[in-house]
């Protein structure tokens, strides 16, 4: 037995289910009694993610502002302050999802610079079904049908590209005949991968997820050859907005869950009459020590409740993270106007705390070292 912390990071495309998979890992940790933290990362504030894990009751660093290749102090950082404050045998980290060549730029720098000892588990990278099917099989498919252009796809495939291990998730979801094909495409066009048939909602596969995280092995078996001209134009087709709202109703409370459905259904509606694709998109919404969150993988998938919570508020703390290709400006647009139907509809007060939307910039790695 080693007295060192292990290092797991879960990669995958924007809405894969890295949150909900990381909260499934950490909950079994913590089950058999080991510390748990948890690293969260994204462009900017104001994470919806964090703040998930958090209400879970895991301490959870954020980098924020760039991802963790760009960032590589703040994560280690966070990494240390962490490691002061709750000594973790485990700490999880998730990367932002549009990002790649993270062994390079992450994995590889954690052995060789980071001077903190760490066992590195293998990386593992979700596949997301809704555009993975799409863009697995895009030969038989028009660019407008797979969802993104070439240059984004570019980045979904570079990530099961340097993966150690694929994981199949969203499996509850899918018939058998779906997940058979997927993995055939997968076995087809990544070899040498192993793939876990994993269930993030329902704990489906953790026996096998754990089995290919606990491998020792050398970090970064797959090396990338990465156009990075390609990949900052990948990146650059979506905006990113994060927003941090307060809904303050006039004399009757509303559930947690209907308003953060009602607030994601009503943007699922408004970017589809758009004609624009959505990476991923998210709102919690909080009150009293409660919260419940919405999501919406993509622009053909249902909107769906992550977190339920039947707790009715007056004032509600509302946060939204949307990815879409579309313009960041009018993507704010589209997002304030959800937001005035919505407190219309509550006949509620709205205090916008914070707002931000942009297109990312390019991937400036601190350290890349290529070379196993």
């Known amino acids: 037995m080693t007295d060192l912390p292990r290092f797991v990071m879960v990669g995958g495309f924007l809405g894969a289910g890295k949150t909900t998979t990381i909260a499934r890992l950490a909950e079994h940790f913590r089950n058999l009694g080991q510390r748990v933290a948890i690293v969260t990362n994204d462009q900017t504030s104001d994470l919806v993610d964090t703040k998930s894990l958090e209400a879970l009751g895991f301490p959870v660093g954020e980098v924020a502002g760039a991802c963790f290749c760009c960032n590589f102090k703040e994560l280690t950082e966070t990494i240390d302050r962490l490691a002061s404050d709750a000594r973790p045998e485990v700490i999880l980290a998730e990367p932002v999802g549009s990002c790649t060549d993270l062994v390079a730029t992450v994995m590889r720098p954690l052995e060789r610079v980071y001077g903190r000892p760490m066992l590195l588990s293998p990386y593992g990278v979700i596949l997301k079904p809704s555009h993975g099917m799409r863009i697995l099989e895009s030969e038989t498919r028009a660019v407008q049908a797979r969802g993104f252009s070439e240059d984004a796809e570019y980045i979904f495939r570079k990530q099961l590209e340097e993966a150690d291990f694929v994981i199949l998730n969203r499996i509850d979801q899918l018939t058998g005949v779906q997940v058979d094909r997927l993995e055939t495409l997968l076995e087809e066009q990544y070899p040498q991968r192993p ?24 970090r970064g078996r797959q090396s990338l050859e990465l156009d990075y001209d390609r990949y900052a134009a990948g990146e650059a087709e979506l905006g990113w907005l994060n927003a941090r709202l307060r809904l303050v109703l006039d004399g009757r409370r509303s559930s947690l869950e209907q ?51 039947p707790h009715e508020s007056m004032t509600i703390e509302v946060v939204v993270n949307a990815r879409v290709a579309i313009a960041p400006d009018r993507l704010e647009q589209i997002v304030r106007e959800a937001v005035d139907g919505l407190a219309s509809n509550l006949n509620a007060e709205i205090d916008w705390v914070a707002l931000q939307a942009f297109r990312p910039g390019r991937p400036v790695p601190v350290h890349r070292m290529a070379n196993a």
Request: aromatic share 4%.
């Open 195 to 218: 793939i876990v048939r994993f269930s993030a909602k329902l704990g489906t596969g953790l026996a096998e997820l754990l089995e290919q995280f606990s491998i020792e092995k050398p």
């Open 259 to 309: 308003t953060a459905y009602q607030l994601v259904e009503s943007l699922r509606r408004m970017l589809l009459e758009e004609q624009a694709e959505t990476a991923h998109l998210k709102a919690v919404a909080a009150g009293d020590g409660q919260s419940a969150v919405a999501n919406l993988v993509s622009s053909q998938s249902p909107t769906e409740i992550s977190r339920q919570s």
